[in-house]
């Protein structure tokens, strides 16, 4: 069973402060790499993907992919109320598998401490 | 605007009644997909379509059925519903390429009693 994996939280941070997710996934030859956020009730909306080693940054989220540990992260930089979510880490492709099937994790819960 | 609108937003049916779950999207992306949602257990996909006539079963595809007879109409059918199928259900659609800009429909929260 191929699976994804995320600290289960919740993860409580002050504002202004950086929030660090993490997500381990189990299926070496993954390809695509997603981070979602989810509000309260809500659907999840697309922050971030990422395909290659390294790091992007979009405005206060920067995403982190180490194929090589099978592990991906989301840093959240200057940490707002509003950031108030969970965050689901998702992959898809991968070996033996078709490579749009996507594999979510189940999710971190933030909450940004005014 | 674009969108992807899922019908209808709270269903409450009894077993064995079947039932279907509409989802269409305006982007004309090829890519729709179809997840339950279920605390402690994440986001699961249940079944998932490239385009056209093209379907795949994702993690947990038992008890349900899906159809991509058009390119922007993505319906789940549940032919005899039971209760552990009570769940949040999401509908999201792509461009495909590596399923970039996922967008996820409103939700249909369904109970089978």
């Known amino acids: 069973q191929k699976e994804v994996e995320q600290n289960s939280g919740p993860l409580s941070v002050p504002e202004g402060a950086i929030a660090s997710l993490n997500c381990t996934y189990s299926d070496r030859g993954s390809q695509s790499f997603f981070w979602y956020r989810q509000y309260s009730g809500k659907s999840p909306e697309l922050i971030m993907f990422?395909?290659?080693?390294g790091d992007k940054e979009d405005g206060r989220f920067t995403a982190q992919l180490n194929k090589a540990s099978q592990y991906v992260s989301l840093l959240i930089r200057d940490s707002q109320p509003s950031d108030s979510a969970t965050y689901l880490c998702?992959?898809?492709?991968?070996?033996?598998?078709?490579?749009?099937?996507?594999?979510f994790g189940p999710g971190t819960s933030l909450s940004v401490i005014p | 605007e674009a969108q992807v609108t899922q019908n209808p937003r709270y269903l409450i049916t009894v077993t064995g009644k079947k039932l279907t779950v509409t989802c269409s999207q305006n982007m004309n992306h090829e890519y729709m997909s179809w997840y339950r949602q279920d605390p402690g257990l994440g986001l699961r996909q249940i079944y998932y379509?490239?385009?056209?006539?093209?379907?795949d079963k994702g993690d947990v595809p038992e008890g349900y059925k899906v159809s991509r007879k058009e390119k922007r109409n993505f319906p789940l059918i549940l032919e005899s519903p039971s209760p552990n199928q009570t769940s949040l259900y999401f509908c999201a659609s792509s461009l495909g390429e590596m399923n970039t800009e996922a967008f996820f429909g409103q939700g249909t929260r369904l109970t089978v009693v």
């Open positions: 990422i395909y290659s080693n």
């Open positions: 379509s490239m385009n056209v006539e093209v379907t």
């Open positions: 998702a992959v898809a492709g991968g070996l033996g598998t078709s490579y749009d099937k996507v594999i």
